[in-house]
């Protein structure tokens, strides 16, 4: 059985996960930049900038164009919980053949 030892990018992506759950990163914050992960973790600019779009594909964090990536407002790709349907309330009449 070949067990998968996870990639540095994903082990990155999971620490960010860690620090958005515990309320290290709050929504709408601003994570460090690449530069500066990939300086603190010692990884390649190219393995932070592979966590930071996983993360983003996953909703977790927000690109914004010449500013950096922000924590998204929504726990990534978490789904709001279905409402329940109130159909309109019709009384039908049936005529029966036998009346």
Do not use: K, W
Not at 91 to 98: G, H, M, T, Y
């Amino acid at each position: 059985m070949d067990t998968h030892a996870p990639f540095r990018y994903e082990q990155l992506a999971e620490l960010i996960i860690g620090m958005i759950d515990n309320g290290t990163l709050a929504p709408g914050t601003r994570v460090p930049s690449v530069r500066a992960v990939s300086e603190q973790q010692r990884i390649s600019v190219f393995t932070a900038l592979q966590a930071y779009r996983l993360l983003a594909d996953r909703g977790v964090l927000v690109a914004r164009p010449q500013s950096g990536y922000y924590v998204a407002g929504t726990r990534r790709g978490a789904l709001a919980l279905p409402s329940t349907s109130h159909p309109p309330c019709v009384r039908l009449v049936v005529a029966s053949e036998f009346s």
